[in-house]
């Protein structure tokens, strides 16, 4: 049974008054993006999107402004809808749902989380998220109990009667991600919300997030145009262009293994040293064919996940090739000074 908690297949969105027309005509003649908009002067949103999202993953889309992004994620609690395609949440037909029910799902069972806030002015910081809880019809006491303890998990404790013109850009934005965890919903989705900040405040709010993610094990949907962050948040990336999806992978996999030169163009300069393992480098040890006589029983050992980071510091303390071991601990790899050179470079060679 798949473990998917969303599931896209075949999202189309094409803005304009002759949306449907130009939707025919780019399925009977496979029409570009340009096409579209000479022909029937409409907009190519979002463009044939298909993939799905296990529970408890953090799910990063990025791409370069234009690229679909946002409109793709606003698609998911449908804000946005598709022209064509199909959207499952939480098992439950998206485009199906009439607007109570689609009211209901929003206001349990999915979150948002802006860049731009839009915080009640008027209201304090303690019932600006207690405000999704007010909407469901919770007693007042209940309100401000689970906006306590979502404040506290935001460390916010203490600016509970605070307005937001009396907080920072990023405690305004720990604010946002409180409310949206108010409803304890089992969907996050997150458009750009730490962009706009400096980048000392935005790694904190990304440690934060990160730790807050392992611990409640929300499935997140994670909007970024910033590769460093997508790396560093994502479990996977799905990588945008043109309304479509150009690559979906890991952080690994997206940057040793770029689908075409615009990804290869996104990961020139990212670091490799973290992100690639030694299972990816290593050569299988029945495949082994030393330069010289070596004495495995003196090697070192390390685990097939170990990085190229710490594969590095093993190297420079030995003149011994690394042996990496399995989860069992069995013996199943080689990795030696030019296999580690050769990951530094690129990955597997």
Known sequence: MSDAVIELSSVWKIFGSNASTAMEAVRARN???????????????????SFSVDKGEIFCVMGLSGSGKSTLVRHLNRLIEPTAGEITVLGQDMISLNDADLREVRAKRIGMVFQHMALLPHRTVRDNVAFPLQVRGEPKSRRWEISQQCLDRVDLTGYEDRFPRELSGGMQQRVGLARALASD???????????????????QLQDQFMTLSAELGKTTVFITHDLDEAIRIGNRIAIMKDGRIVQIGTPEDIVTRPADDYVRDFVEGISKLKLVFAHSIMVPIDEYVPSRPIDLDKSPRAHHGTDLDHLIDIAITTEHVTVITGDDGDDIGIVDRATLLKGIQGGKA
């Not at 919903?185 to 790694?203: H, Q």
Request: aromatic share 6%; with cysteine.
């Open 31 to 49: 029409l570009s993006k340009a096409d579209v908009l000479r022909e029937f002067n409409c907009v190519v949103g979002i463009a044939d999107v």
């Open 185 to 203: 919903p089992d969907v996050l989705l997150m458009d750009e919300p730490f962009s706009a900040l400096d980048p000392l405040i935005r790694r």
